[in-house]
């Protein structure tokens, strides 16, 4: 059974940092684009980063270009998301997702706020 | 980047009704769009891929047409579990861009 499991969400003030984690079991890790999406309450969908299965090529939104990083250890399976310098804008919940076979996770709550 | 241009964005509807919504990108995606179903507090769930291809287990009344820049999302008829918010994405080109929802409501 694939599973996603985030981690790491929680409440930080404006201009913090947050790191998130998701921990991926039941698939081959290592060969596969993964992505993360948000979405903030009562909002839509939001696309914000993807990062190739080697870790060498990684892709942003607009909305997070040079305050959020992708990263990936294909050790442990665990993909990550660093945030910097967050806004209330990016108050949402962020899921981890495998886009072409579908798996999401349950996703985990981001709340920028003073 | 590309745009994804999502209409309606509400609609209500009643059990049996035929459902169509509809995604236009700002520029020619190939067959490269998935559709998506979301129900309160759940992460979303893939029924379309490549434009017109039914995910594992989705019931046959959904089916998506379209290439290039207009895609169309139907159900042929409208169940009681069928009433969530859909959303389509481009996955052709980074940065990946979602529509902006339609939320399908009880008449």
């Known amino acids: 059974e694939v599973q996603l499991l985030e981690s790491g969400g929680g409440l930080v003030q404006p201009g913090g940092s947050l790191r998130l984690s998701c921990a991926v079991s039941?698939?081959?890790?290592?060969?596969?684009?993964m992505t993360w999406v948000r979405q903030a309450p009562g909002k839509g969908l939001e696309w914000v980063s993807s990062i190739s299965d080697s870790g060498v090529r990684t892709y942003y939104a607009d909305s997070v270009k040079g305050r959020f990083t992708i990263s990936r250890d294909n050790l442990n399976d665990t993909l990550f998301l660093q945030m910097n310098r967050l806004r209330v804008e990016d108050t949402a919940f962020y899921y981890c997702?495998?886009?072409?076979?579908?798996?999401w996770g349950q996703g985990t709550l981001v709340i920028v706020s003073s | 980047d590309i745009q994804m241009t999502q209409s309606p964005s509400s609609l209500s509807a009643s059990v049996g009704d035929r459902v169509t919504i509809t995604c236009r990108a700002s520029q020619g995606i190939g067959n490269d769009l998935g559709w998506y179903q979301q129900k309160p507090g759940k992460a979303p769930k893939r029924l379309i891929y490549g434009a017109s291809s039914l995910d594992s287990g989705v019931p046959s009344r959904f089916s998506g047409s379209g290439s290039g820049t207009d895609f169309t999302l139907t159900i042929s008829s409208l169940q009681p579990e069928d009433f969530a918010t859909y959303y389509c994405l481009q996955h052709n080109t980074y940065p990946f861009t979602f529509g902006g929802g339609s939320k399908v409501e009880i008449k």
């Open positions: 997702v495998k886009v072409r076979e579908d798996y």
């Open positions: 039941g698939l081959k890790f290592r060969r596969n684009v």
